[in-house]
């Protein structure tokens, strides 16, 4: 209530019986459904941490609960006991996110800069030709045939990094950022001999820190999560991205017991399917929970740049 | 005259140019070269002749799409599914926000803002293994509740009607986070001397919230529900496909465009027809964002996409 700045009573004495008993009653309802909607955003998450730390032998009789029944860390044990399979896909989604996030920063930031310069004549002209993509495409198979028939990208580790590298939101909020910085500084820089490049990669870039971090990480989050163009293009084991691989591994536990059978592993029928399944879920995410308390405000930020600017 | 003017321009922002030729080069074959591949649609492909050498077959594609139904099936899901989470979503997040505007502390607040946009970070494919943690028939907490109440467990991947409702709360609890920011950012910019002028004039809380945080979201909340109107053609491949996936059982319900032309074009290889279904779906969703945009420049100039 204090950070609101809203004044909470005291100099208004007329009506502050009324007031006082309205404003219980939000409160109660206001911290209830927040409290109850809080706990339907976590509940799911809670409940793959302790299934995945649940004895098989209990799932199978009792179901996926919210408390272990039985505790148990072997599913966690198989997969780290034979973890090529789920490593070389933590190399590629490792890979493709440091290479596309990167790549695909210093592009949309190049970009970007060229449309937010006042004096460049054809700005108008680009930024439609950018944002015309975003009303009309030509649907997904002209580009899938492009990609697959023409450019022959199948199971080539590019095509995980080409199809997201650019994005026409982020081009605009990045545009967005940099008409803010004052123009005066490239003009400056301009007398003093600077070239253009030189001018965005020295002055431009040091400035714009906060919307590269913002956006940088957009680009990172999609990435990482990315298991579309691996679906539509990768075929090869050892090109698959953790997300695609953990999507293969949930609709096919066979597919798991041949690659730790493959690994020289256990007896098939000790191996754990359930548990293992949401195990699986866990390593595939941890990195992205670890990170999300120190990220987050970056996000909310990008999302307040979005919102003012519409 | 003209003309040496254009290259005197030219070679003016030489440097400009050069630095913009990566991204067009990259919009041009990935964005405007399959738009010319629509002409597809009009063709009886194959990989022989690839799109530019394969034979015209006039409308047959199209033909085939609407006369085997799935045409209307697919539209009116995309689009019901989108009015459904665009009410229920808007709905559930301005609540969200003004309730944490209103009545939380700053622990509070920010714990809750933590929480809720969790689940936007997590990619779809978790969302799927999360919901069969949840809807399995023989271990899904679903049925472990039912069956501990003394109910029948229910067989929820066998039946298309429990979806629509599955759906519209995975939707929700997605997107819930993500746009409680965007109104909470709106309701702050606020102007608190209204507030304090309608504590003066006696307003109870709830008067405060109807009079003037309401009122005074309109405006975000009309360009909002606009450009997601503009979508509406526009499935969430993510989403629709990983809770639902190949599951034939469930289509009459779940089916829309996007799940429907990624289908035909890699499991049963009718190219031509999934083109048509694409440029279909191109089509309408280019009428609708123009509409939109239509009736957003009406109301507030400023916040029109173009």
Known sequence: MSTTGINTGGNVQMAAGKTQADRRLLAVVGYLFLALLAVFCIFPFLLVVSSSLTEESKIIEDGFQLIPTAFSTEAYGILFQFPDQMLKAYGVTIAVTAIGTLLGLFLTAMTAYVLARKDFKWRGHFSFFFFFTTLFSGGLVPWYLLIVNDLELKDRLIVLILPMLLNVFYLIVMKTFMSSIPEAITESAKIDGAGDFRIFLQLIIPLSKPALATIGLFIALGYWNDWYNALLFITNENLMPLQYYLYKMLGNMDGIRKAMLGSGAVVTASIPTESLKMAMTIVATGPILLAYPFIQRYFVQGLTIGAVKG | ?306
Do not use: C
């Open chain 2, 1 to 306: 005259m003209n003309r040496h003017g254009f290259w005197r321009d030219v070679v003016k922002h030489r440097t400009l140019l050069l630095m913009l030729a990566p991204a067009v080069l990259y919009f041009i074959l990935f964005a405007y070269v399959p738009m010319a591949g629509i002409v597809l649609a009009f063709k009886q492909f194959n990989y022989a002749g690839g799109i530019f050498g394969s034979p015209w077959n006039g409308l047959d594609n199209f033909r085939f799409f609407f006369e085997s139904g799935d045409a209307w099936r697919v539209t009116r899901n995309t689009a019901l599914y989108n009015i459904a989470f665009i009410v229920v979503n808007n709905v559930l997040q301005i609540a969200a926000a003004i309730l944490l505007f209103e009545v939380a502390g700053k622990w509070f607040r920010k714990i809750t803002q933590t929480v809720l946009f969790l689940p936007y970070f997590i990619s779809w494919v978790v969302v799927g293994a999360i919901a069969y943690n949840l809807f399995n028939y023989d271990v899904g907490t679903v049925n472990v509740l039912l069956k501990a109440t003394g109910m029948e467990p229910v067989d929820i991947y066998n039946t298309a009607a429990y979806w629509p409702v599955i759906l519209v709360i995975v939707s929700a609890w997605k997107a819930v986070g993500y746009g409680t920011i965007m109104y909470l950012a709106a309701i702050t910019g606020i102007d608190t001397e209204m507030y304090e002028a309608a504590e003066i004039d006696g307003a109870n809380v709830f008067q405060r919230i109807l009079n003037i945080t309401i009122p005074n979201l309109y405006p975000t909340v009309i360009i909002l529900v606009l450009l997601a109107i503009g979508n509406i053609f526009r499935g969430d491949f993510g989403l629709f496909y990983n809770m639902v996936g190949n599951n034939g059982l469930l289509f009459s319900s779940t089916d829309v465009i996007d799940t429907f032309v990624f289908r035909s074009l890699t499991t049963s290889n009718e190219i031509g027809m999934s083109a048509a279904a694409g440029f279909y779906q191109s089509v309408l969703g280019f009428a609708t964002i123009m509409l939109a945009n239509w009736a957003v420049r009406k109301y507030d100039k400023d916040r029109a996409l173009f």
